[in-house]
């Protein structure tokens, strides 16, 4: 007999719920815990999982096969080249290594619940238990309901009842032991699936040998690294984080993210680490930096929920049915422009360079270019939504979807559609003196005061035009009054 846990979007030891649950399963049986992972090049495929972050994933694996090998728990790596084959491997396993119980942390995208649910039957069938665990939020969805027991669709009451439930129920904040140390014997008994190997990336997703180098040398793997950073940033930076979090120029943000995503860090352990900085055991009081962070945080939960319980986001249906039939634009030139950071709207380009060359955006960064190329450019979200998802490290579907339907105007609590974000003045405002612009358009390098957020038209363009940087692609005047008018002519659109 023995216990399984089966690791997915929660590659860590520490603060595992669903570990933690199998490893106490297992003290209890007196058997082993064997802890898995299925790489299913398939998915990474569907989910347009970038080759930075599926490195970003077979690096982390790496090191949690090394720290389970300490308690003597075997990390098994197999590659189920179809999705769909993926339970089916699992019962085998299951089967082959007479498991009685199998635990793993909930995944809400509709695929991933349909698979789950579809295993639990299967399970059950053969006598095996499966638990489902809900670990990926800090306060699960269906939790929070509002005062007529419908689901919130708008953040601030949210995030009211969030902090208030996390009130009322303080011990969700409590850390979940790591597990313990696997019976002697299970070194020998188990030999062979310690000697599993990690494997290297599928063809389609594979690195660069200088991509290798350069998001490996950003980008360190792993839980510990992940706990070095939440440290840093809580010791240094979380107490400002609320004045300087929109300067792009600055590190003033966690940069956390793809630890999140990957779950090498929970949420939780970030609520209560910050909770603990504060003077106070309230979320919603002392510091503003940390109350601040502590709700932007929240904001990874809140588009969970709002995944969770209308999961037609997860069908390329936008949050608001009626913004279904806005009449896009097709322009693959702009869609390109847009993609290199060839848009002669230096915060716009400087933003997408620094996507393209880290896998990473600054946050305001990505609510100006979201926005640009679905009211500047009228682009289809969808598409700046899937261009995100291939190249981020800390690509997730719910909190990206999210950011573009906030960005767009067409998903849940958005930016009204006429709000139209004018990229000179968020340049102006958030890169003051273009430092941002400056590291990531080199080409602008020279141009000195003001003329960096507009190089042609308060620059003249000579010096933008020696070096081969582009004039704007679209007028902002121009497309601002035809995103007005085609959002507004579109809504309702049958
Ligand atoms: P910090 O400012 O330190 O925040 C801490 C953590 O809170 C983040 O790591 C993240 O997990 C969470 N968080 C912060 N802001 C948000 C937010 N607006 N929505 C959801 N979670 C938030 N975030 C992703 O993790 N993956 C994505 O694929 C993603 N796509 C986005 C697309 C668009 C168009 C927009 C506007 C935002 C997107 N975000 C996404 C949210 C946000 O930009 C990033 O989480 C943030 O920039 C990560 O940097 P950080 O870790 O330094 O964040």
């Not at 003196?433 to 602008?444: A, D, M, Q, S, T």
Request: glycine share 6%.
């Amino acid at each position: 007999d023995v216990v399984v846990h089966w690791f997915k979007c929660d590659l860590r030891t520490k603060d595992n719920k669903s570990l933690h649950l199998a490893s106490e399963k297992a003290k209890e049986k007196g058997v082993p815990l064997i802890a898995m992972y299925i790489v299913s090049p398939q998915d990474f495929e569907a989910h347009l999982t970038a080759p930075v972050r599926v490195d970003f994933i077979l690096r982390t694996l790496e090191v949690l096969k090394s720290d389970l090998a300490k308690l003597d728990i075997p990390l098994y790596v197999e590659t189920v080249e179809k999705r769909k084959k993926v339970p089916e491997r699992i019962l085998e396993l299951l089967g082959e290594w007479g498991a009685s119980h199998i635990f793993a942390t909930v995944e809400y995208e509709v695929d991933e619940l349909r698979r789950e649910a579809s295993l639990v039957r299967a399970c059950l069938e053969r006598g095996i238990a499966m638990d489902v665990v809900p670990d990926t939020c800090v306060v699960s969805p269906g939790e929070l309901t509002s005062g007529t027991g419908r689901q919130y669709s708008v953040y601030t009451p949210w995030f009211r009842a969030w902090v208030a439930y996390l009130h009322d129920h303080p011990d969700q904040l409590d850390l979940f032991d790591e597990p313990g140390k696997n019976p002697e014997g299970a070194r020998k008994k188990y030999a062979k699936l310690f000697e599993s190997k990690i494997p290297s990336a599928p063809e389609n997703k594979k690195l660069t040998e200088e991509e290798k180098k350069r998001f490996r040398s950003m980008w360190p793997p792993g839980e510990h690294e992940a706990h070095e950073r939440l440290e840093k940033f809580c010791d240094a930076r979380i107490v400002n984080y609320s004045d300087h979090r929109n300067f792009p120029a600055k590190s003033a943000t966690s940069s956390l993210s793809v630890h999140l995503a990957s779950g090498t860090l929970s949420s939780r352990t970030c609520i209560r680490t910050a909770r603990d900085r504060n003077n106070t055991k309230k979320l919603n009081s002392g510091n503003q930096g940390i109350q601040t962070w502590i709700s932007e945080v929240a904001w990874r939960d809140f588009y969970k929920h709002i995944l969770a319980h209308w999961p037609y986001v997860c069908m390329n249906t936008p949050f608001k049915p009626e913004y279904t039939n806005i009449d896009w634009e097709y322009n693959d030139e702009h869609f390109k422009a847009w993609c290199e950071g060839r848009t002669g709207y230096p915060i716009v380009d400087a933003a997408m360079r620094q996507l393209n060359h880290c896998g990473y955006m600054h946050n305001r960064c990505r609510m100006i270019v979201g926005s640009f190329l679905a009211k500047h450019l009228l682009l289809d979200w969808r598409m700046g939504e899937r261009y995100f998802m291939e190249h981020l490290i800390d690509g997730d579907f719910a909190s990206n979807n999210g950011g573009w339907g906030f960005s767009a105007s067409t998903g849940v609590d958005p930016q009204p559609y006429f709000r139209i974000f004018n990229p000179l003045l968020q340049s102006e405002k958030f890169d003051a003196n273009g430092e941002y612009i400056r590291k990531w358009v080199p080409e602008l390098e020279g141009i000195k005061g003001n003329a960096i957020h507009d190089p042609y038209g308060r620059g003249k363009g000579n010096e933008a035009k020696k070096k081969g940087y582009p004039e704007r692609i679209v007028d902002h005047k121009e497309s601002r009054d035809r995103a007005l008018s085609r959002y507004k002519a579109g809504i309702g659109r049958e």
